[in-house]
DNA sequence: ACCAAAAGCGCC
DNA sequence: AAAGGGCGCTTTTGGT
């Protein structure tokens, strides 16, 4: 049964699809009573996951599914421009003032079951409907997750998080001072310079004061600090390192993101989600940072009290998805355990490092150096594979689109982009117009090489977490547990980054979510791969602070 | 005073 | 000769 929701002033309107007679305008309220009640097996069919399921999240209900209007569309339109897009699917806008101007044209319930028609004729139309259909399902299914996510929150100790700053800054300055760490090393830095009145943090007065100590450098930047020779670049590094934490995930940091703990809600992260933010379909989020905390400060997140987190980490997705998408059984055999391993214990390759690295430069399109040497080995190891990353890139050179395995598109090169091209085919292109039309296309082609490998590695992803999710909602709920998570005592994600899964679950069930998380990566192969012999390894462990795993 | 771009660096 | 994909965020810079 499908459930249509459209948001209108007084609240929401429903229906069942289908069903003219089955329809009603009701407060958030009441709609929360039968979404827990007559509801509860439903599909929800909306417009906005983001904005219509957190009054339900905050009312404490879960729904079981969903399809996200916006997100499908957004996906379909890509893939072939529809007509006219209804006002009420449009992208909310970033800035809140145009926002505001823009008149509220609210969605009838007849809009909406025509908009799920349209979609299913659009869908039918492509090459693998199948395919489009499950990439539709999951990203839809990735929108609740990330409302979920933001809802429930990361368990996050600002205690801990202090004693991680003052550990390597010192304790936390008056507003305006510098930490007492980075202040020494600043002194250290401008007396080896001959310096003394050195702004570190302007990367021009820091170049100036570099060169004129002797040192011959381009940049300011850490890779080409790390290559000289001098007593300065130690205590450098060190500050910039410093500085960089300060800044990023420093007091301000936590004091913006991480709510202070309350007696009804313990310390939480929270952050925004954006499922297909990016072009890929890989997710973006907005605020905190949250696809960028670095390792150092992950120490901080921390399990309640009685609970764990489940840390998964899918090991080297993007070749294995390319093995199984290219239908190369050799690489697909190479990646029974590590694949990078399975390359050298091939004799494909003679160290693990040689094959990470002829690896990541057939899926980006690196050519330097020890690449090389060893992308000619990998092509004839793996015809198949490589054949298909080269392909995907010579498309993209030519300004067509690609696709991913469940059939999200390339956007087109822009108007420039064909310009550039289209003057450089002419016949009195310049040579400088030549070679600026050849760097463009290969530019174009590395990204569209790189986006079947990281966009069907996004969706094996979602499909992973969509199977999860479903998975760990069927669990009971865990009775005695002392934790304020929501949920209801259920384990939940709480993080998810590209390949990564953190779910937060009572310790008693721990072991058993942990064979979920694994199980939810084989059936996630198979969804999307169906018998080719591709495996989807993870590296798994079940620790009490993030900073354990891995 | 305000804004956009660039530099730099964190993550995958 | 050199040539690596995708992001978000903070600070500085360079402009109006």
């Not at 570099?210 to 381009?218: K, N, P, Q, T, Y």
């Amino acid at each position: 049964m499908d459930v249509l929701l459209a948001p209108d002033s007084s609240g929401v309107q429903a229906g069942v699809l289908g069903s003219p007679t089955e329809r009603a305008s009701l407060s958030w309220d009441e709609l929360a009573v039968r979404a827990d009640g007559e509801w509860a097996e439903a599909r929800w069919v909306w417009p906005d996951t983001a904005s219509l399921y957190p009054p339900l999240l905050a009312r404490g209900v879960r729904v079981p599914r969903c399809l996200d209007l916006r997100l499908t569309r957004t996906i379909l339109d890509r893939i072939e421009p529809g007509d006219v897009v209804p006002v009420w699917l449009e992208r909310r806008e970033e800035t809140e003032g145009t926002l505001l101007d823009l008149p509220r044209v609210e969605a009838t319930l007849d809009d909406l079951a025509a908009e799920v028609a349209d979609q299913a004729r659009r869908i039918a139309q492509v090459r693998d409907p199948e395919r489009l259909r499950l990439l539709c399902a999951a990203e839809s299914a990735g929108a609740l997750i990330a409302a979920e996510m933001r809802a429930d929150g990361m368990p996050w100790s600002r205690a801990r998080h202090d004693e991680i700053l003052a550990d390597r800054l010192g304790p936390r300055p008056p507003a305006g001072f510098r930490p007492r760490e980075m202040d020494r090393l600043a002194t250290e830095i401008a007396d080896l310079l001959q310096a003394p009145r050195l702004n570190l943090d302007s990367p021009v007065a820091l170049l100036k004061a570099l060169r004129r100590a002797g040192l011959s450098v381009e940049s300011t930047s850490k890779w080409e600090l790390r290559r000289l020779d001098h007593p300065v670049v130690e205590p450098l590094l060190a500050y910039k390192s410093l500085a960089r934490l300060l800044a990023a995930n420093g007091w301000a940091w936590l004091d913006a993101w991480v709510a202070p703990g309350r007696e009804d809600r313990a310390d939480r992260f929270r952050t925004d989600y954006v499922p297909g933010g990016v072009v890929t379909g890989r997710w973006a989020t907005s605020g905190g940072g949250a696809l960028q905390i670095p390792k150092s400060v992950r120490g901080a997140v921390v399990a309640d009290p009685g609970w764990r987190l489940v840390v998964a980490d899918a090991a080297q997705i993007e070749p294995r998805v390319l093995a199984a998408m290219a239908r190369d059984v050799a690489l697909a055999t190479a990646g029974r355990g590590d694949l990078y391993q399975g390359l050298v214990d091939s004799g494909v390759v003679d160290t693990r490092d040689h094959a990470k690295i002829g690896m990541l430069s057939a899926l980006y399109g690196g050519t330097s150096g020890e690449a090389g040497l060893l992308l000619p080995r990998l092509k004839r190891a793996y015809p198949k594979a490589v054949g298909y990353v080269d392909r995907a890139a010579a498309d993209g050179e030519r300004g067509q689109v690609v696709r991913t395995w469940l059939g999200r598109t390339s956007p087109p090169p822009g108007s420039a982009w064909r310009e550039v091209q289209d003057r450089a085919g002419q016949g009195d292109a310049s040579d400088s117009d030549e070679r600026r039309a050849r760097s463009q296309a290969r530019d174009w082609g590395r990204f569209t090489r790189n986006f079947v490998v990281q966009g069907t590695a996004a969706e094996w992803a979602l499909c992973w977490m969509a199977g999860l999710r479903r998975r760990l909602e069927a669990l009971a709920p865990v009775g005695g547990s002392t934790s304020l998570a929501p949920g209801r005592g259920r384990p939940h994600l709480v993080f998810f980054l590209h390949d990564e899964i953190v779910v937060h679950t009572p310790a008693e069930v721990a072991e058993h979510v942990r064979d979920l998380v694994v199980e939810a990566a084989e059936s996630a192969g198979r969804l999307m791969f169906g018998t080719f012999p591709i495996t989807f390894p993870l590296d798994v462990a079940i620790v009490e602070t993030y900073d354990q795993a891995g």
